[in-house]
């Protein structure tokens, strides 16, 4: 079983449209979780963090479930824009200093 | 301004002829690490150093190197590179002592050297 692991999509939304992405970890010791973009050919950006409460940053909504060792990224009202790979990353906290990344889930926002 | 800077952002290189990548940063943050990166695959974690130590994974070739000579600079030499090593080669940096509201384990990337190889 992978440590990280993503439905690849793509997803393939009209503008405007809600889409939600889910990702599951393997350890349940791991503290931190993050949601990077990724456009096509460019390095990984830092999108949010996720928090044990969840938080929202404009649009964008991330969730931690705990119990079910799962990770939700929430893109309300989709913009063209949003077009990108979307990875999810985990720290396992065998280490301070690494981080584990999905493979990530692809979304393309159509007109 | 940019803060991990990695050249050249392309490189070309024959089948078995030594290349070396580059990462600068000035962020003056502790860790720097290099990830490969193949199409549609996640970034695969090479090596990192925290400072001087060097940390290497445990099924990354020898034919992977690192040298870090100060803060600022680290570098990647595939000594003798093969068709299997072409991909993207990202190097990030991450501070575990950062203050305030940015998690101490929040990686920054440059933005990639393509390589290719002929």
């Known amino acids: 079983r992978k440590e990280v692991e993503q439905d690849p999509g793509p997803f393939n939304v009209p503008e405007g449209a809600t889409v939600a992405f889910n990702c599951t970890y393997s350890?349940?010791?791991?503290?931190?979780f993050f949601w990077y973009r990724q456009d096509c050919r460019k390095e990984p950006k830092l999108l949010m963090s996720v928090y044990s409460s969840g938080n929202e940053d404009g649009r964008f909504t991330a969730q931690l479930n705990r119990a079910s060792q799962y990770i939700s990224l929430l893109i309300r009202d989709s913009k063209l824009s949003d077009s990108a790979t979307y990875l999810c990353?985990?720290?396992?906290?065998?280490?301070?200093?690494?981080?584990?990344f999905g493979s990530g889930t692809r979304l393309l926002v159509r007109p | 301004d940019a803060m991990v800077i990695q050249n050249p952002r392309y490189q070309v290189t024959q089948f078995g002829k030594p290349v070396t990548l580059s990462c600068s940063q000035t962020?003056?943050?502790?860790?720097m690490y290099w990830y490969q990166q193949k199409s549609s695959q996640a970034p695969k974690l090479l090596f990192h150093?925290?400072?001087?130590?060097?940390?290497n994974e445990a099924d990354t070739p020898d034919n992977f190197q690192s040298r870090r000579p100060n803060t600022s600079f680290c570098f990647l030499d595939i000594r003798s590179p093969g068709l299997g090593d072409a991909a993207m080669y990202l190097c990030?940096?991450?501070?575990?002592?950062?203050?305030?509201?940015?998690?101490?384990?929040?990686?920054?990337f440059g933005p990639g050297t393509r390589l290719t190889v002929l």
């Open positions: 990030a940096t991450s501070s575990p002592w950062s203050s305030g509201l940015e998690s101490t384990d929040t990686q920054y």
């Open positions: 150093y925290y400072d001087k130590d060097f940390n």
């Open positions: 990353v985990v720290n396992p906290m065998d280490s301070s200093y690494k981080l584990i």
């Open positions: 350890n349940s010791a791991s503290q931190s």
């Open positions: 962020l003056n943050h502790n860790v």
